[in-house]
């Protein structure tokens, strides 16, 4: 089910005696233009994606699905920054309604190549990271060597067991490269080898993954910067997602599934800057914030000021 753009998302102060200089968020973000109306490329469009289903297939603890419109509210007070990018527009929300996890991802992916092939940059709210694969697939029908970069404490690696859920996307990209003979070019960042059995790591070595540890990423900043740089500069498009629980607890308690020794926003904010700084970056998400476990909205702060950051670094 489509939730059509909602101004009441978005509100705030507004500062009258600054002018133009006092603008926030919540004054820029317009509803994406119906069909055969004006728009500006190269801006960026907000799409919601309001489901934890996958979550709870996951056994995770449920309630990402009120993560969209919470990340809005946050977004909204921020004030506006130089960018690059045109406009901000929001679309709306895709809303898994039941347990139709299947038929919201049918929606999001058709959604997601309309605004991808009008040559804006969607940068999707959700939602558990079973939103991963859909962005994945809406973008796999204009590129075909895609670098997927994934910032998470898991490698979401899992096999459907018996059906698609948060833990599986990644795995499941890698059996759409398979079946139609693309390279499988994924790298996970923050791993955590407490958040992840022996299974998946040998899946991942398996499979080809690349990937760095949260603990590299704590004691040497060339862990992550060089692999990246060798990583992007084989692919000609990067899918672009990050997991909230790839923060610390201490930071994000609101996640889905929290882990200790994360990492912290400063890391995080250098990684980002370093992958926007290629230029390839097409599609992005935040995923996994989960309102229901937040404290004093620590966690939606923390993740509009991670959407800013990647706003701001396109």
Known sequence: MIKPFDK??????????????????????????????????????????????????????????????AIRKMLSILPQQDSDVNALYDYGNVVCVGNNLEEARDE????????????????????????????????????????????????DLRLPHPDTNSGTGFYEMSQFCEKNNR?????????????????????????????VLADQIHED?????????????????????????????????????????GLNAFQVKGILKHILGSNKVRLMDVAEYNPEYDIDNRTARLAAHM????VHNL
């Not at 694969?133 to 898991?154: E, P």
């Not at 692919?235 to 930071?251: E, G, K, N, T």
């Open 307 to 310: 959407v800013s950051e990647m």
């Open 8 to 69: 009441s998302h978005w509100h705030g102060r507004v500062d009258v005696e600054d002018g133009m200089l006092g603008k926030r968020w919540h004054q820029l973000v317009k509803e994406f233009p119906k069909e055969h109306q004006a728009y500006l490329e190269k801006s960026v469009v907000f799409l919601g994606f309001a489901s934890d289903e996958g979550v709870r297939r996951n056994k995770g603890r449920v309630g990402a699905a009120k993560a969209p419109d």
């Open 108 to 155: 999001q992916v058709q959604i997601l190549k309309n605004l991808i092939a009008k040559k804006t940059y969607p940068l999707v709210l959700g939602g558990g990271h079973e939103v991963a694969y859909g962005n994945f697939l809406a973008l796999s029908d204009k590129y075909k060597k895609i670098g997927i970069i994934n910032i998470d404490a898991h490698f």
């Open 221 to 261: 900043r060339r862990a992550w910067s060089i692999a990246i740089d060798a990583f992007v500069e084989k692919v000609d498009a990067i899918y672009l997602s990050l997991d909230m629980d790839v923060f610390d607890a201490a930071y994000a308690p609101g996640v889905s599934a929290p882990a200790a020794n």
């Open 183 to 211: 390279e499988f070019n994924y790298m996970c960042l923050g791993v955590q080898k407490t958040a992840n059995t022996k299974a998946i790591f040998e899946r991942a070595e398996k499979l080809g993954a690349h990937y």
